[in-house]
T-cell receptor, first 113, second 116 residues
Framework: GESVGLHLPTLSVQEGDNSIINCAYS??????FIWYKQESGKGPQFIID?????DKRQGQRVTVLLNKTVKHLSLQIAATQPGDSAVYFC????????????FGKGTTLSVSS | GAVVSQHPSRVICKSGTSVKIECRSL??????MFWYRQFPKQSLMLMAT?????????EQGVEKDKFLINHASLTLSTLTVASAHPEDSSFYIC????????????FGSGTRLTVV
């Protein structure tokens, strides 16, 4: 992912809107990506993942899009709810046994009702 | 399934003391565990990779003599912050990996360390 150390960007939406959170990754060798949700004071919570042989994957209310050409990942949340308010991180991994997930910069999603 | 327990959740210690954080995989054997540090409003930064029965691999810039990692069994890894100082105050998070599963990463709930 991108280098860390900067304040997280913020996305503010109204309840019921669709949210799009973006992430750029830097390692062209990465072939597996995960989106995590982190609430204050808690560990990351798995949302959805995608392998590099796919461009799109859908879950319940969430869709992940992968554009390997420009090394870009996005998370779309449909009908955003106040409970979706959290920090969202993308994480990447290279297909080698036992390697760690590397986290991107993160985006704070704020949902108002 | 796939639960990782991390303790303590919060700890306040005096400068110069050591603090141990435990990370346990409760219902699976973790071939590899990872330790991350997260400062306020920032992302998770990988500190080290821990494999059972072998020495941990530290990321560049992480002091191995200060952040001691022990992975004595397939279900337990510990991180000891030696002679902690206020700048070590942070949120520490562990992750355990189930072997053979691409999405086999499970995270602990984190430990808030405050050094006064």
């Amino acid at each position: 992912g991108e280098s860390v150390g900067l304040h997280l960007p913020t996305l503010s939406v109204q309840e019921g809107d669709n949210s799009i959170i973006n992430c750029a990754y830097s390692n062209s060798a990465s072939d597996y990506f995960i989106w995590y949700k982190q609430e204050s004071g808690k560990g990351p919570q798995f949302i959805i993942d995608i392998r590099s042989n796919m461009d799109k994957r859908q879950g319940q209310r969430v869709t992940v899009l992968l554009n390997k050409t420009v090394k870009h990942l996005s998370l779309q949340i449909a009908a955003t709810q106040p409970g979706d308010s959290a920090v969202y991180f993308c994480a990447e991994n290279v297909n080698q046994a036992g390697t760690a997930l590397i986290f991107g910069k993160g985006t704070t999603l704020s949902v108002s009702s | 399934g796939a639960v990782v327990s991390q303790h303590p959740s919060r700890v306040i210690c005096k400068s110069g003391t050591s603090v141990k954080i435990e990370c346990r995989s409760l219902d699976f054997q973790a071939t590899t565990m990872f330790w991350y540090r997260q400062f306020p409003k920032q992302s998770l930064m990988l500190m080290a990779t821990s494999n059972e029965g072998s020495k941990a691999t530290y990321e560049q810039g992480v002091e191995k003599d200060k952040f001691l990692i022990n992975h004595a069994s397939l279900t337990l890894s510990t991180l000891t912050v030696a002679s902690a100082h206020p700048e070590d105050s942070s949120f520490y998070i562990c992750s355990a990996k189930r072997g053979g599963l691409r999405n086999g990463y499970t995270f602990g709930s984190g430990t808030r360390l405050t050094v006064v």
